[in-house]
C-alpha cells in the first residue's frame, strides 16, 4: 500500500515523472493543515499559496484519482486479477513508473488500452487532459449569488 501512495503521489514537478506531483501533495497538505488550524491563508515556509493554486492541486489530484479508480474498474471487469494485482497495474501505469506485477503481458487488448490511456494521462497531467476535452470556455459576464452549503 505505501509503494501505491508514494507512486501516485509521484516525483518532482520539473521532471520527468508521471502522477500528481509531489508539490499537488504538499500543497494538499498544508491547505488541510491550514484549515485544521482555523487559518484563512495557507502558508508555506513563510509564503503564502494563492487560492487558485489550492484548486489547480485539487483538481489535479481529484482527477488523478478518478483516472485511476476509472481504470481499475476497468481492468477488474475485463479481467479475472484481484484488486491488488489491478490497483498496482493503474496506479504504476497512472505514474509512468515502469513497474508491473507480472500481469501486462497476459492482459486482453481492451485492459492494454486502458493502461495504455492511463500511462497517457498520467504523463501529460490530469489538467491538460481536462482542458483539452473542454469544447470551449468563455468568460461569464455575470456572477451568480454566493451560496455557503454545510461541509462535513
Avoid at 501516485?8 to 494538499?28: C, D, E, N, P
Avoid at 488523478?64 to 476509472?70: C, R
Avoid at 481499475?72 to 484488486?83: A, K
Amino acid at each position: 500500500m505505501i509503494t501505491n501512495i508514494l507512486m501516485f503521489i509521484g516525483g518532482g514537478s520539473a521532471g520527468t515523472a508521471g502522477a500528481i506531483k509531489i508539490t499537488t501533495f504538499l500543497v494538499l497538505g498544508f491547505a488541510i493543515w491550514n484549515e485544521i488550524r482555523g487559518r484563512d491563508q495557507v502558508t508555506i515556509a513563510h509564503r503564502s499559496i494563492s487560492s487558485s493554486a489550492q484548486r489547480q492541486a485539487l483538481s489535479v489530484a481529484l482527477l488523478g484519482v478518478a483516472a485511476v479508480v476509472s481504470g481499475t474498474l476497468l481492468l477488474l471487469m475485463f479481467t479475472d486479477y484481484g484488486l491488488e494485482k489491478v490497483l498496482f497495474e493503474s496506479i504504476s501505469a497512472f505514474a509512468t513508473v515502469g513497474v508491473s506485477t507480472g500481469i501486462t503481458y497476459d492482459l486482453p487488448a481492451n485492459a492494454q488500452w486502458v493502461l495504455m490511456a492511463l500511462m497517457f494521462t498520467g504523463r501529460i497531467g490530469t489538467i491538460t487532459v481536462a482542458s483539452s476535452l473542454a469544447l470551449s470556455s468563455r468568460p461569464r459576464l455575470y456572477q451568480l449569488p454566493e451560496e455557503r452549503p454545510i461541509i462535513g
